[in-house]
């Protein structure tokens, strides 16, 4: 079994800036991608970014000039520097990891979520 847990959430004013972290840990082999989804209330659940064992990333249009994110594969996390943030950006935030557990046997390990609050 998997854990993935997420911290740095918060308050912070429009135009700031804060940084998430998620960690993965469990029955890990290795880890394919890890990534953020964000969901804020009445909307759906959205890509923010993820980033694959190899280095590539996917972001979404609406935060690509905005957030990064980046991964430190010794530890099995990922960050995601969140900045010039906007009040549309207030959502929970989630991180996935795509995990090989065993030679043939693969789990997508969801975090609790993190909020996220931008204030005007």
């Known amino acids: 079994q998997v854990q993935v847990v997420e911290s740095g959430g918060g308050l912070v004013q429009a135009g700031g800036s804060l940084r998430l972290s998620c960690a993965a840990s469990g029955s890990i082999v290795s880890i394919n991608a890890m990534g953020w989804y964000r969901q804020a209330p009445g909307k759906q659940r959205e890509l923010v970014a993820v980033?694959?064992?190899?280095?590539?990333?996917n972001a979404g249009d609406s935060v690509k000039e905005r957030f990064s994110i980046s991964r430190d594969n010794a530890k099995n996390t990922i960050f995601l520097q969140m900045n010039s943030l906007k009040p549309e950006d207030t959502a929970v935030y989630y991180c996935?990891?795509?995990?090989?557990?065993?030679?043939?046997?693969?789990?997508?390990?969801w975090g609790q979520g993190t909020q996220v609050t931008v204030s005007s």
């Open positions: 996935v990891a795509d995990v090989r557990t065993s030679e043939r046997s693969f789990e997508r390990a």
């Open positions: 980033i694959t064992s190899g280095g590539s990333i």
